[in-house]
């Protein structure tokens, strides 16, 4: 079964940066498209990044300080997150579009790692 795993959430000061990792896992044929959400309690998710086509689109309130990228041999997808605000405090979610093998392209969504901006 494939699975996401995101990493480097945490604690950081307002004006700091931020990298996130998304590792995919399984029997992976190509990773078609790719994005991330995010999300505070009580509210809808909210888009942050989302690349298919060779086209990457931002989310208003990110756009010029996120940056997502990812390692297509490795299957890592990364955030870098500069100029954090504390209205980026929120639950980071990847998402990815995935073949695995004959049985066609599936979503597949990490578990969500938490990011404080906070001084």
């Known amino acids: 079964q494939v699975q996401l795993v995101e990493s480097g959430g945490g604690l950081v000061q307002p004006g700091g940066s931020l990298r996130l990792s998304c590792a995919a896992s399984g029997s992976i044929s190509s990773i078609y498209a790719m994005g991330w959400y995010r999300q505070v309690p009580g509210k809808q998710r909210e888009l942050v990044a989302f690349?298919?086509?060779?086209?990457?689109d931002y989310g208003d309130s990110v756009k010029g300080r996120f940056t997502a990228s990812r390692d297509n041999a490795k299957n890592m997808m990364y955030l870098q997150m500069n100029s954090l605000k504390p209205d980026d405090t929120a639950n980071y979610y990847c998402?990815?579009?995935?073949?695995?093998?004959?049985?066609?392209?599936?979503?597949?969504w990490g578990q969500g790692t938490q990011v404080t901006v906070s001084s």
């Open positions: 998402y990815a579009a995935i073949s695995v093998g004959a049985l066609g392209v599936k979503p597949y």
């Open positions: 690349s298919r086509g060779g086209i990457t």
